[in-house]
């Protein structure tokens, strides 16, 4: 099956403390994307990455850090320092041949902190 | 400002009517422009994309696009209650030879049986 997968779908932890959402996607797509969406809101940009070893911050990185290591992996790290973690965390993958623009979402990972 | 706007709704037809959702942005440079479909707890899903003027039509789905009035609509026809979700409308914004899409908050459709 081709996709992008991201584990796990639900994720509790203390506030305080790190964790790592993770995004794998076996769909061969250069660029990577990571969103939040809070209740009755779009998606905010977070980071992205388009090619390996290389990424931008996007509209509301303070609190998060990426890496990309392997093309079909960029993990999200949601550090202590994001003032409210809880949300639903979307990666997003996109080609870049073909249709350039269309981005394509795993299933998300929904996070609560207490 | 927002880039992209939409209504929150909630927009409530009845099943077999049009449902009509519309979007406006404000970069004038804009050139793409996508609805997705987000079921309540779920992740987004492509249903159409347009890049120029006029109509394009896909099944029960019809984007239109008016750059001069920049908005970008959608309709469905024929709505049935599986159509209710959530119609997030997105525009690409290209910075620096990167892409990004900018997502409007969304208009929740019900579609009453």
């Known amino acids: 099956d081709g996709g992008i997968t991201q584990s796990p779908k639900y994720l509790f932890r203390k506030e305080g403390q790190n964790v790592t959402l993770s995004c794998e996607q076996n769909l061969n797509h250069d660029a990577m994307y990571w969103y939040r969406q809070d209740p009755g809101q779009g998606l905010r940009l977070i980071y992205y990455?388009?090619?390996?070893?290389?990424?931008q911050k996007g509209d509301i990185a303070e609190g998060y850090s990426v890496s990309r290591e392997k093309k079909e992996s960029f993990p999200l790290t949601v550090t202590s320092a994001q003032k409210n973690p809880t949300a639903f965390y979307l990666c997003?993958?996109?080609?870049?041949?073909?249709?350039?623009?269309?981005?394509?979402f795993g299933p998300g990972t929904r996070l609560t902190v207490t | 400002q927002k880039e992209v706007e939409q209504n929150s709704g909630p927009l409530s037809v009845p099943e077999g009517a049009i449902a009509s959702l519309n979007c406006t942005y404000s970069?004038?440079?804009?050139?793409?422009f996508f609805w997705y479909r987000q079921y309540s707890g779920k992740s987004p899903e492509l249903i159409m994309f347009i890049y120029s003027n006029g109509d394009k039509e896909d099944g029960r789905f019809t984007a239109q696009l008016n750059k001069a009035s920049q908005y970008v609509s959608l309709l469905i026809r024929d709505s049935q209650p599986s159509d209710s979700a959530t119609y997030l409308c997105a525009v690409i914004l290209i910075m620096d030879s990167s892409y990004k899409l900018i997502f409007g908050s969304g208009t929740r459709l019900l579609v009453r049986p």
């Open positions: 970069d004038r440079g804009s050139q793409s």
């Open positions: 990455s388009q090619i390996v070893n290389d990424f």
């Open positions: 997003a993958s996109r080609a870049g041949t073909g249709n350039p623009y269309e981005q394509y």
